[in-house]
Nanobody, 122 residues
């Protein structure tokens, strides 16, 4: 079955960096667009970033553009999110998801992981 397992979250000071990973299994990873989504306490899910199958094209939410970088290693079935210049408002549960369909016209997904907590605080 499809499994997505995130890791790399933690507590970091404002201005710091974190690298998230998502290990995928149970499907042909290289044939799917992949998404990072986050959910802050008391708020709904927020799309963060999406990457195409080959890792050659990406999109970012305005709130993270220029600070976060999404990438993937299809040989390792792993998705990454490198986060720089973190702000307190980046505090959230971050989870990876398998995009439903292709293209960047929507951010719908059909499977997601359990998430990894990122807390930005001094």
């Amino acid at each position: 079955q499809v499994q997505l397992v995130e890791s790399g979250g933690g507590l970091v000071q404002p201005g710091g960096s974190l690298n998230l990973s998502c290990a995928a299994s149970g499907f042909t990873f290289k044939t799917y667009y992949m998404i990072w989504v986050r959910q802050a306490p008391g708020k709904g899910p927020e799309w963060v970033s999406v990457i195409n199958m080959g890792g050659t094209s990406t999109r970012y939410a305005d709130s993270v553009k220029g600070r976060f970088t999404i990438s993937r290693d299809n040989a390792r079935n792993t998705l990454y999110l490198h986060m720089n210049s973190l702000k307190p408002e980046d505090t959230a549960l971050y989870f990876c998801a398998r995009k439903r369909g292709y293209g960047f016209g929507d951010q719908n997904y059909d499977y997601r992981g359990q998430g990894t907590q990122v807390t930005v605080s001094s």
